[in-house]
């Protein structure tokens, strides 16, 4: 035992003498909030996608198609110039897909994805907004200082 913790001697105290940290005892807060208490802060903003990336993953899905092709093609025996052919169209083909802007599903989305999910969000918040019939230049908190300034305009009528 060391010197200057707990009891000098355990006897006649009806314990062993052993000393425990007090695992009830309640260490104070953190003085720091994890928010911010800045109610004129900017509100929310949205994570914008960076298109290059979205790019050159989109194409590489291609590339990824077309040798799954030219690798089938190959163990199949045809010739070179049949394979060269064939993989141009579908590279042709995959293009002129992702050109017209068909997008994969929001849901089968990975978490590294998160150009891919910022996009998905993006159009999914917009899809609500035109739903909700929410004007774009909308503002949060707008309806109430609206409110507010007509009260103040009644009552500065009453006033008169």
């Known amino acids: 035992m060391s010197e200057n913790v707990g009891l000098t001697t355990p006897r006649g105290s009806g314990t062993s003498g052993y000393v425990q940290r007090n ?3 309640l260490k104070p807060r953190d003085q720091y909030a994890s928010y911010s208490k800045d109610f004129d802060a900017p509100k929310l903003r949205q994570r914008q996608p960076d298109q ?4 050159h993953d989109r194409k ?8 799954d092709l030219q690798d089938k093609l190959e163990d199949e ?5 049949e394979i060269e052919a064939q993989t141009d169209a579908l590279r042709q083909k995959l293009l002129a897909e992702l050109d ?14 998160v150009h891919e999910q910022a996009e998905a969000k993006i159009e999914e918040t917009e899809k609500l907004r035109r739903a909700l019939g929410i004007s774009k230049d909308y503002e949060e908190g707008s309806h109430w200082r609206k409110q507010e300034e007509r009260m103040r305009d009644s009552l500065a009528k009453e006033g008169r």
């Not at 290059?52 to 790019?55: A, G, M």
């Not at 025996?77 to 110039?81: A, K, M, S």
């Not at 017209?100 to 994805?113: E, M």
């Open 100 to 113: 017209t802007g068909t997008k994969a599903p929001a849901r089968g989305l990975k978490p590294w994805q």
């Open 52 to 55: 290059q990336i979205l790019d």
């Open 60 to 67: 590489r899905e291609v590339e990824v198609k077309v040798l």
């Open 77 to 81: 025996g045809i010739d070179e110039d």
């Open 23 to 25: 695992l009830s005892h």
